[in-house]
């Protein structure tokens, strides 16, 4: 029996079907979108009433600092915003943007002017044209059938016509008017939609505001809107900025809803906390006559404004931070020639008992409002070498290899013979006159003094895989937790060195392991965390920067932080080892300078980095009270020349904390407790 209906006929007819409507579509698209100099003929029946769909934007939540400080906010904007439909409609569109224009010009407001051409004649193609512009004129110039590779100028004559602009209006004029146009047009194109819409501009005083409401402009609508201002210009590369979405992020952000146009987070805090921050929008429906007269408006969605967010960061510590890294790069810069002088520097701030970041600086900064300045934030994202300050987690594999117990003696010789290719020379016996040496040492008194010839014959038996075991216990070469973009490090073996950087691993690269020079490289935030597992016994944190979330009203709170424990070096008693060493090079070593008569206990260590031919990098890592630990604090200084030489700015960190925290009082040097 022969089947009424073949799979193949249906197979053709399925195909014909969907093609059929595609054309339909494209057609029916282009009608709709397509912008002829004549739209509709004089004698033709006025089109129905059209209904479109506004989005009222959400303001974004505020960002405080753990006490309650405003760090940044959102101010209310009037925003001017076209709509191409309506605006065609009226049938007026040039005049209207002629007057647009000229209330700006009145207003004293610039135009801020995305048409990818040259303002002037001779016209030319931006040369710092955006990705986002390229694309745009790409599928302007495709969806009109235009030659790809037509020429500014004859582009500016072609969309003169287009635009049925008359010859009566002047060059400069007709040129911001074909620029408006076409940034209507092109996010018609672009969006897929026939009632897309331009922000004309952003930001307008509140009179100019007004006078355009009065004049009630056929798809012209003032839209308030908010603006992020930030508290003081400290803080931001924590901060971070807003902007408006690039073509990556609208990928990320479309399956939320969020229009081309969104504002979103950034960097820092702001793109961290991105969900809690945003808000949800809201929606106005607006009926249009056909001369483009509003019949109604009508608030169909209420915005909900965005969360507020409470960092863990205090905000008089993370200025002391600043203020002191700043004050001391300054100073070392002003005693040396241009080619010797400090590149940039670090401070990291952490609670020890919880995670939290007190405070994180960066220098050189930058304006988070004109993004001028340096973006990249060294606490999270520089990798360095970490010197001596590495001396502990190569005591810890030591001891745990056997190498060495807490009374193992090994005497300085001053230089390390143990290898033909490579002889390294302890710090002391280079710099002293004669080749002093540090005699016999334990494991304290070693890291006391910060004796090199003891590490290198501790780290060459312990050998280096037990030194990355131990580095990443206390958290070096991994994520430290933190929300805001952080790089991991590098807790380097002979196998990462060999397979991945393709170089090799010798003896002698095993003994400047020990002592924290070669490919092993960490940021001072992640020092900081390591400081911090050290002074808490082993225990090592998620570091964060996210205290609490509260509802945009206050009346809920969203996120509270609870501390989490990511692992504990089990060893407990070897930790107190190195925590008694740390104290003792505060009490009586390099330390002693900065803290030794410090009213709060502290325990540290210094750390000098050589790099290449250029000055030394100075790192330093600390915590207190040493009896019972609260704060860890890691600087590190770009040509800082040594620990020991920018350990002050610690000080400093630690003035500000203690002075406003506890009930120790701090006092400067020299002068009196109360």
């Not at 009608?31 to 029946?45: T, V």
């Not at 070392?332 to 939290?356: D, H, M, P, S």
């Amino acid at each position: 029996m022969n089947k009424l209906f073949r799979p193949w006929r249906l197979a053709v007819f399925a195909v014909f079907f969907l093609g059929t409507l595609s054309v339909y579509s494209v057609v029916l698209y282009k009608m709709q979108i397509y912008d002829p100099a004549r739209e509709l003929p004089a004698d033709a029946a006025p089109p129905p009433t059209t209904t479109r769909v506004e989005t009222i934007r959400a303001a974004r939540g505020d960002i405080m600092d753990r006490n309650g400080e405003t760090l940044v906010t959102s101010r209310v904007t009037y925003d001017i915003v076209l709509t191409r439909t309506a605006m065609r409609a009226a049938g007026n569109i040039n005049d209207t943007i002629r007057e647009l224009l000229r209330l700006k010009s009145d207003a004293g407001v610039a135009h801020a002017d995305t048409f990818p051409i040259t303002p002037g004649a001779p016209y030319e193609y931006r040369y710092d044209m955006t990705a986002a512009q390229r694309a745009r004129l790409n599928g302007y110039l495709e969806f009109h059938d235009l030659d790809a590779g037509i020429s500014a100028a004859d582009l500016i004559v072609w969309l003169k016509k287009h635009y049925d602009i008359p010859y009566t209006v002047g060059v400069a004029e007709a040129r911001l008017i074909i620029g408006v146009r076409f940034e209507l047009e092109t996010r018609a194109i672009t969006e897929l939609r026939v009632f897309s819409q331009y922000v004309f501009a952003e930001d307008i005083p509140r009179e100019l505001a007004s006078r355009i409401s009065e004049r009630a402009f056929p798809g012209v609508s003032v839209v308030t809107g908010s603006r992020r201002e930030f508290v003081s210009s400290s803080a931001a590369h924590l901060l971070g900025y807003t902007g408006k979405m690039d073509a990556a992020d609208f990928e990320k952000y479309e399956e939320l809803g969020y229009p081309m146009d969104a504002v979103i987070g950034k960097s820092g805090a702001e793109a961290a906390f991105e969900a809690y921050l945003h808000g949800t929008d809201g929606a106005k429906t607006i009926r249009t006559a056909a001369d483009g007269t509003v019949i109604s408006e009508e608030i169909t969605a209420q915005p909900v404004p965005g969360a507020n967010v409470n960092l863990t960061i205090d905000y008089k510590l993370q200025l002391a931070a600043e203020r002191a890294l700043a004050d001391k790069i300054q100073l070392i810069n002003l005693e040396r020639e241009e080619k010797e002088r400090v590149t940039g520097g670090a401070v990291a701030v952490t609670q020890v008992k919880t995670g939290e970041v007190l405070a994180l600086a960066s220098y050189p900064s930058f304006d988070a409002v004109t993004r001028l300045g340096d973006e990249f934030n060294r606490a999270t994202q520089g990798r360095y070498n970490p010197g001596s300050t590495i001396k502990m987690a190569t005591a810890l594999a030591g001891m745990r290899a056997g190498v060495i117990s807490r009374y193992t003696k090994i005497e300085d010789k001053g230089i390390y013979t143990e290898h033909s290719s490579f002889q390294p020379r302890c710090w002391l016996y280079t710099q002293s006159f004669g080749g002093a040496t540090h005699g016999y040492l334990d494991v304290v008194e070693a890291l006391t003094v910060s004796c090199n010839y003891f590490f290198y014959v501790v780290g060459n038996d312990a050998r280096p895989t037990a030194m990355a075991a131990a580095a990443h216990d206390f958290g070096l070469g991994d994520p430290t937790g933190i929300e805001i973009k952080e790089d991991t490090g590098l807790a380097a073996t002979p196998e990462y060195v060999r397979e991945v950087l393709n170089d090799l691993w010798y003896d002698g690269t095993t003994l400047l392991a020990a002592i924290g020079q070669g490919h092993s490289v960490y940021t001072p935030l992640q020092l900081a965390n390591y400081a911090a597992t050290i002074a808490g016994g082993g225990v090592l944190r998620d570091v964060t920067l996210l205290r609490s979330v509260k509802t945009y009203d206050y009346s809920g709170a969203l996120y509270e932080h609870t501390p989490h424990t990511r692992s504990t070096v089990p060893e407990g008693d070897l930790v107190e080892i190195l925590k008694e060493g740390m104290r003792s090079a505060v009490t009586s070593g390099t330390a002693y300078s900065a803290f030794g008569n410090y009213p709060v206990p502290v325990a540290a260590k210094t750390g000098t980095v050589q790099v290449g031919d250029a000055i030394n990098n100075g790192v330093f890592v600390c915590y207190a009270p040493a009896n019972d630990p609260e704060i860890a604090i890691s600087v590190v200084v770009e040509k800082g020349s040594s620990g020991a030489e920018i350990m002050e700015i610690a000080r400093v960190v630690m003035d500000e904390y203690f002075n406003n925290t506890s009930g120790y009082a701090v006092v400067g040097d020299g002068e009196l407790l109360p």
